[in-house]
């Protein structure tokens, strides 16, 4: 599910897919902004034109209270941020399959 979410150090911003426990939706008015940050946001860097902000988007999310941020890049490798910096993998155990159709063969790539 994709929703406006509140984050201290880089104002309102739509994460492609956002995930938290069902109590946490009942807490807040759904016609507004999520006024904090969900416990996994995932940006797909798939239609991004200007890729370089997700830095701050990745640390927005974590300082405003996400457990896990899921980056997918432009060529479909998969990034895991948590508190602690970069992970191996999802502390959720969540494992992404990808279709290679979508991504670009030629994008330049982080890693």
């Given at each position: 599910?994709?929703?406006?979410?509140?984050?201290?150090s880089?104002?309102?911003?739509?994460?492609?897919?956002?995930?938290?426990?069902?109590?946490?939706?009942?807490?807040?008015?759904?016609?507004?902004?999520?006024?904090?940050?969900?416990?996994?946001?995932?940006?797909?860097?798939?239609?991004?034109?200007?890729?370089?902000?997700?830095?701050?988007?990745?640390?927005?999310?974590?300082?405003?209270?996400?457990?896990?941020?899921?980056?997918?890049?432009?060529r479909?490798?998969?990034?895991?941020?948590?508190?602690?910096?970069?992970?191996?993998?999802?502390?959720?155990?969540i494992?992404?399959?990808?279709?290679r159709?979508?991504?670009?063969?030629?994008?330049?790539?982080?890693?």
């Open positions: 599910m994709s929703v406006a979410v509140t984050t201290a880089f104002g309102i911003r739509v994460p492609d897919v956002v995930w938290m426990p069902p109590e946490k939706w009942e807490a807040f008015d759904r016609d507004a902004p999520v006024p904090f940050v969900p416990d996994l946001c995932v940006e797909v860097l798939l239609d991004r034109k200007y890729p370089h902000d997700i830095g701050p988007r990745v640390k927005a999310y974590l300082e405003g209270g996400a457990r896990e941020v899921i980056v997918v890049g432009q479909g490798e998969r990034h895991f941020h948590s508190a602690n910096g970069l992970q191996p993998s999802s502390a959720f155990g494992t992404l399959t990808l279709e159709m979508y991504f670009d063969e030629f994008a330049p790539s982080s890693h």
